[in-house]
């Protein structure tokens, strides 16, 4: 039986210019981009952001 295919659109925040840090505040899984520093950004469980390594991605 063929299974119907849904698509969706992950919406990702994103900084183009200004301060190159991370944003003041993500939801758990939340992603931000900032575009200024080449960073992405995700929310976690824990009050700090967690940040992945320009250029690693």
């Known amino acids: 039986m063929e299974q119907e295919r849904r698509s969706c659109t992950i919406l990702i925040k994103r900084r183009v210019s200004g301060d190159p840090g991370p944003p003041a505040f ?3 899984g ?4 900032n575009e200024a520093s080449n960073a992405l950004f995700f929310g976690t469980n824990s009050p700090s952001l967690s940040t992945t390594d320009p250029g690693t991605f």
């Open 30 to 33: 939340e992603l931000a981009f």
């Open 26 to 28: 993500l939801a758990h």
